[in-house]
């Protein structure tokens, strides 16, 4: 069950405007205006009124969080204070972005793998680099050994990379070949009961430099085993493709929908990365990145969708992240209270 101690005082507030908006991916909006933060306890049940009584649209015990959101804190406060703010915010997970504290001090995998289930976290993925120039870099393609070693003893579900298959550049060979170097490193994962995976950016969506009829993402779904090679769809990057890469380089239209790809595969989504951004067409990327219910992607939408595929609801993980947040506490305890308040439409 969810734990949420600290409800959003500007909850209410949020999910009234994006409702009178009506916003959905893609869409042009203003900027969304923020309710002065008073503490409230009666929030919660205003917000869930606000967003009606069906069921939460997200499963009980698969909100998490990119730590990459909090490193500023990780760094300065260490491991535990972070991990206490987290679980008073009603978060049940952790992806790992590097496993040390910075000028926090030293920490063990052990002593971190204990310090998460003592704040009722657990510790679902983490994401490692591809390669490196560097022989002893701790990459997949340097030390995968290494890197599964640590994997292991953490008791990680899945190990991935946020790094891009461009290794060999922007071919169709060249993604094939980084595939079948994915798939070595599934087949290593595999092996020792986890899931290898690859988070996207926009670049991904891009496609072949020798061939522009052919999208690379497309490359990289059809020649990684779907047995050994998964993904964690980063929603923002890919509705930030989506606006980039709907059109061939000749201009010729090449639309595409990224839950499509997730609701005709389901099963190679087990994580994704809930992050929103309010639409900015003068932007190169679309959009401005933005807390999680302040933006325009309709997150209601998307996740009911996946989760309401047969045996799908407790199949996938939804980690919130936020590349840059203005202060990293309030992202994540803003983000926990908006995707908490939704609620299927009855």
Request: hydrophobic content about 35%; some cysteine.
């Amino acid at each position: 069950m969810s734990r949420i101690s600290q409800p959003d005082p500007e909850l209410t507030h949020r999910l009234s405007r994006r409702g009178m908006l009506g916003v959905a991916a893609g869409a042009t909006a203003a900027a969304l205006l923020g309710a002065a933060a008073t503490p409230a306890t009666a929030a919660t049940e205003t917000a869930h009124k606000t967003s009606g009584r069906g069921r939460p649209v997200l499963p009980p015990g698969r909100l998490g969080i990119q730590l990459y959101s909090l490193r500023d804190k990780v760094s300065t406060l260490g491991f535990a204070p972070v991990f206490a703010e987290l679980e008073k915010y009603g978060y049940d997970e952790v992806e790992f972005a590097g496993y040390t504290q910075g000028s926090a001090g030293p920490i063990t995998l052990a002593q971190l793998k204990r310090l998460a289930r003592d704040h009722g976290l657990n510790p679902i993925g983490s994401h490692v680099g591809y390669y490196s120039d560097d022989p002893s870099a701790y990459t997949f393609a340097q030390n995968l050994t290494k890197v599964l070693d640590d994997a292991q003893a953490l008791g990680l579900k899945h190990i991935g990379t946020a790094s891009g298959p461009f290794r060999y550049g922007s071919t169709v060979d060249a993604w094939k070949r980084a595939a079948e170097e994915f798939n070595t490193y599934g087949a290593g994962a595999k092996a020792r009961g986890m899931k290898f995976y690859q988070h996207n950016h926009s670049e991904e969506f891009s496609f072949a430099t020798d061939n522009p009829k052919v999208r690379l993402y497309d490359v990289l779904l059809k020649e990684t085993d779907p047995d050994l090679v998964f993904l964690e769809m980063d929603i923002y990057w890919a509705y930030s493709g989506q606006f980039r890469f709907s059109k061939r380089p000749d201009g010729t239209p090449a639309p595409f929908e990224p839950l499509n790809y997730v609701l005709r595969q389901p099963h190679r989504y087990p994580l994704f990365h809930v992050k929103d951004g309010v639409s900015d067409p003068a932007n190169t990327y679309g959009y401005r990145m933005t807390d999680v219910g302040d933006g325009d992607i309709d997150y209601q939408k998307f996740i009911s969708a996946v989760t309401r595929l047969r045996g799908e609801r407790l199949a996938h993980h939804w980690q919130a992240e936020h590349d840059q947040p203005t202060e990293s506490f309030t992202f994540a305890r803003r983000s926990s209270a908006y995707l908490h308040s939704l609620r299927e439409k009855c």
